[in-house]
Structures are given as C-alpha cells and as structure tokens.
C-alpha cells in the first residue's frame, strides 16, 4: 500500500498540481511561495534572559485611551541594570520606535549589545533596519509569552501605577506632563532604591560597574 507522503513527494516531484486564476498557493513551485521562503526568519529567544553585562534592553509599548483618543507609552530598561526611559507618543509606529531608542541610547553611557521586542509592528520596519544599520542583534518573544519580558512589563507596572495614572489629569498639556515624566524617570533612575539591585539605584549600580563617575550623578540630580 502507498503510504500518503509518498503521494506527497510524487505529486511534489512532477508538479501535478490543479492550478486556479491568481496564486496558487498550494504549489510549492510557484513565485508566491518561493518569496515567502526568503523572507528574512526572527530570531527569537524561548526563555526570559539572564544577562550578566549591561546593554541588553527590553522594549514595549503601552496603549493608553483617554476621553477616546490613544496615546502610546514607549519603555526601554536594562535587564542587568534597570537604567530605563519612558516617552509617551500621539502614534504608534516604527519611526517613533527609532526616535525613542535613539533618545535611549543618547543617556546611556555604555553601549547597547541586543533588543529584545514583542512582535508588534513598531518594531519592525524602520526600527529592525536602523538596528540591523547599527549591528544590533534584534531579538523577539514568542506570541502570548510576556514573561520573556518579565523586566520590562514590570517597569510597565511600577511606572503605571507610581506615574501615569496620578499624572493623567495633565495628558492634553503636554509640557507639564513631559516635565513630570523627565522627573519621575530621574527618581527611578537615580534615587528610588532596587530590590534587584540589592537596593542600589541604576546610577549607583552603574558606578559601581564603573560606567559613570559620581560627578557626573551630582550633575543629574542637581
């Protein structure tokens, strides 16, 4: 008796197959299907990381509805770290993507060795080019697995709660709410104690590891 793959393979081998107006998408020979196996694969990683160095980032965006108008909260942090940054954005798109990580790595003083993403559509496009440009790895989650990104998703929360829900009532005057943010993510940043951290703040951490002087903390805090 003829086994079902081996049909397979013969009808595979002499390309019998019934062929419709449009694609033909159940034929492997055909233009459509070719392409779509050179599409370029994610890289993804199956287990929340471990870095032990600093530059490996988590990002992710957060959607907010106020009075039926979206804004988005973009996050990035240091898994090792903690050092993290929170701009919030009228669209949500990759270019802002690329806007918001280079304003990321502008306070950094290291350099960032990989991105780890969901597979939202904001991190595609513009961003995976601009860090493919910058020889970044770009590494992704699997879908419905947030724990990948632990790190990241609690900052989501602390940032939530210690900041943009007290600070919603100033959403529409953007000045004083971008002020505020810029000095709550000064508080995360340089004063606010981490339990990860053995509750040393992202600053101290960063001395320690001799990545920033303390001159230069005395000048962000003053």
Same mark, same amino acid.
């Given at each position: 008796?003829?086994?079902? &793959? %081996? ?21 492997? $020979?055909?233009?459509? &299907?070719?392409?779509? %196996? *050179?599409?370029? =694969? !994610? &890289?993804?990683?199956?287990? $929340?990381? *471990? ?30 770290? *903690?050092? &993290? +940054? ?8 990759? !270019? ?5 990580? =280079? =304003?990321?790595?502008?306070? +950094?003083?290291?350099?960032? %060795? ?9 991190? +595609? ?5 601009? +860090? ?24 989501? !929360? %602390? ?15 953007? *000045?004083?709410?971008? !002020?505020?943010? $810029? ?40």
């Amino acid at each position: 008796m003829v086994s079902t &793959a %081996t049909i397979g393979r013969i009808i595979k081998r002499n390309n019998l197959f019934y062929y419709r107006s449009g694609k033909v998408y159940h034929n492997p $020979a055909s233009k459509w &299907a070719q392409n779509e %196996t *050179k599409r370029k =694969k !994610k &890289a993804r990683v199956r287990y $929340a990381p *471990k870095p032990s160095n600093l530059g490996y980032i988590q990002m992710d965006t957060v959607e907010k509805i106020i009075d039926g108008q979206r804004w988005y909260m973009y996050q990035a942090i240091d898994v090792q770290g *903690k050092s &993290a +940054l929170s701009l919030t954005y009228r669209r949500l798109n990759s !270019k802002n993507t690329v806007d918001f990580f =280079k =304003k990321f790595q502008f306070i +950094l003083p290291y350099k960032v %060795t990989t991105v780890q993403t969901d597979n939202g559509l904001e991190f +595609l496009g513009h961003f995976d080019a601009y +860090l493919q440009a910058q020889c970044v790895p770009h590494v992704f989650t699997y879908p419905r697995c947030p724990k990948i990104n632990g790190v990241v998703e609690r900052f989501n !929360k %602390t940032l939530n709660e210690d900041f943009i829900e007290p600070n919603l009532n100033l959403i529409y005057d953007q *000045k004083q709410y971008n !002020k505020n943010l $810029a000095e709550y993510m000064i508080y995360y940043n340089c004063i606010r104690p981490h339990e990860s951290l053995n509750n040393m703040t992202p600053i101290n951490y960063l001395i320690q590891k001799g990545g920033m002087s303390k001159m230069l903390r005395s000048c962000i805090l003053n």
